[in-house]
């Protein structure tokens, strides 16, 4: 007999969590959507610090769920919330620009990840390309256009070491890559084997090879709140059916 597996870290039932969650690294930005964008939001899960609210947007059950750093911990949340019946994820996070002509600030939508980490070895997905649902990643830019936020659509690189991105940064500047965050390639091909759809959007809080690391201003505090208007504007789409009228 297979052992069902259960959730250990995120310490809820399935009644708990909505079809849609948005991730956010920080437990602090998962408060601050629970509170400002989600009606009737109520808190879920806060052991180990991966606080977790489901509430709604618009009558549409919404889950906002803190993954912590790095694709190991992203990986835990990802495979919890399956076994707890999440549908669709929308990453919303943050990054470091490593292209010259990206400011902070900047939103960035990622098309599919360079994966720089170890999770995908330990799956054996190393064959899979790291790339976004389709689905949720046009949702995500026909509400970005829908809204009018400037964006970029663009690679990114998922590292596991923050303190060696800036010798990493200079390797993959050449080829494009638009910036670094730590989340994405895990999610990315654990959704695709978990069955999972899942997107993300960034805000740029800095650029690694051309300015600071990491900033924080109103003008990045503002556009992390625009990335979250576009991700619960995302949510609707896909719900709703309406992934390509933006």
């Not at 919404?62 to 919330?81: K, R, W, Y």
């Not at 170890?118 to 829908?146: F, H, M």
């Not at 051309?210 to 990045?220: A, K, L």
Request: negative net charge.
């Amino acid at each position: 007999m297979v052992e069902q597996l259960k959730p250990h870290h995120l310490k809820c039932q399935p009644i708990d969590l909505a079809p849609y969650a948005l991730l956010p690294g920080d437990p602090g930005r998962a408060k601050m959507v629970a509170e400002k964008y989600l009606k009737n939001a109520r808190l879920v899960n806060d052991f180990r610090g991966l606080l977790s609210y489901t509430g709604e947007h618009n009558g549409i059950p919404v889950s906002v769920i803190t993954t912590g750093m790095g694709c190991p911990s992203a990986g835990i949340i990802l495979e919890e919330m399956k076994m707890l019946g999440v549908k669709t994820v929308i990453r919303i996070g943050t990054c470091g620009a490593v292209q010259k002509n990206i400011s902070p600030g900047r939103i960035i939508i990622p098309n599919g990840a360079v994966p720089l980490c170890g999770i995908l070895k330990t799956y054996n997905l190393e064959p899979l390309p790291p790339v976004p649902d389709y689905t949720v990643l046009r949702a995500i830019v026909d509400a970005a256009c829908a809204l009018k936020k400037e964006y970029s659509v663009g690679i990114i690189a998922t590292s596991d070491a923050f303190y060696c991105e800036i010798p990493q940064a200079r390797e993959w500047e050449d080829k494009n890559v638009l910036a670094f965050e730590m989340e994405c390639a895990g999610l990315f091909s654990l959704g695709l084997v978990r069955k999972i759809r899942v997107g993300a959007i960034l805000t740029a809080t800095g650029n690694i090879l051309y300015g600071e690391q990491v900033m924080e201003t109103e003008e990045i505090a503002l556009a992390i709140e625009d990335e979250v208007q576009i991700a619960l504007d995302a949510v609707e789409r896909l719900e709703y059916g309406k992934e390509h009228d933006g």
